[in-house]
């Protein structure tokens, strides 16, 4: 069973930092691209960052580009979100979530979602 | 950047009955759109993809249909379970981006 379990959210200033994580069992991560995507309180989703199976291929959504980085440890199968200059419109639910595609490539859509970690960004 | 319009916004739908779920692209998708389902509280989960794939975790009753700029979700004869958040994305361009949502509430 594909398990992704999020950690690291939390309160956090304005212009301040934090770094997500995700633990990813149940299947090969290193084969797989993986995601963030969020979700306000009370919103829709957005998509964050996308990173391919071996780290070459990373996306950003404008939003966040310059200030968060995605990257992955295959061999401790776990993905990361460091998030600077965070700003009170990241506040959010931050899902790690997988792409189906193999070796690489980007299907562009969510076959497993995490349970999500709560960022709040506030003075 | 596309951008996904979801009709309508919330559907008060009895159970049994037939329901309609429509979203539209600002631009071509071709058959880059996926579908997911998200209860209160929980994570979204993968309903569609490729318009209408259905995930192997839900019944015959959904189904997904459309192409280029029009798509919809069909759910037969609605349940109790069925009650829910629905979202359509596309995944043609980057960035991959949703719709508002369409809540399905009970009548």
């Known amino acids: 069973e594909v398990q992704l379990v999020e950690s690291g959210g939390g309160l956090v200033k304005p212009g301040g930092s934090l770094r997500l994580s995700c633990a990813a069992s149940?299947?090969?991560?290193?084969?797989?691209?993986m995601n963030w995507v969020r979700q306000a309180p009370g919103k829709g989703l957005e998509w964050v960052s996308s990173?391919?199976?071996?780290?070459?291929?990373?996306h950003y959504a404008d939003s966040v580009k310059g200030r968060f980085t995605i990257s992955r440890d295959n061999a401790k199968n776990s993905l990361y979100l460091q998030m600077n200059s965070l700003r009170a419109e990241d506040t959010a639910v931050y899902y790690c979530?997988?792409?189906?595609?193999?070796?690489?490539?980007?299907?562009?859509?969510?076959?497993?979602w995490g349970q999500g970690t709560l960022v709040t960004v506030s003075s | 950047e596309i951008v996904m319009t979801q009709s309508p916004a919330t559907l008060s739908v009895s159970p049994g009955e037939r329901v309609t779920l429509s979203c539209r692209a600002s631009?071509?998708?071709?058959?880059?759109l996926a579908w997911y389902q998200q209860k209160p509280g929980q994570a979204p989960r993968l309903l569609i993809s490729?318009?209408?794939t259905r995930a192997t975790d839900f019944p015959a009753r959904f189904s997904g249909s459309g192409s280029v700029t029009e798509f919809t979700l069909t759910i037969s004869s609605l349940q109790s379970e069925d009650f829910a958040v629905y979202y359509c994305?596309?995944?043609?361009?980057?960035?991959?981006?949703f719709g508002q949502g369409t809540k399905v509430e009970i009548k």
């Open positions: 979530a997988r792409d189906p595609a193999y070796y690489d490539t980007l299907t562009g859509y969510v076959d497993s």
């Open positions: 149940g299947f090969t991560f290193s084969t797989y691209s």
């Open positions: 990173i391919t199976s071996s780290g070459s291929y990373i």
């Open positions: 631009q071509t998708v071709s058959s880059n």
């Open positions: 490729g318009a209408s």
């Open positions: 994305q596309q995944y043609n361009n980057w960035p991959w981006t």
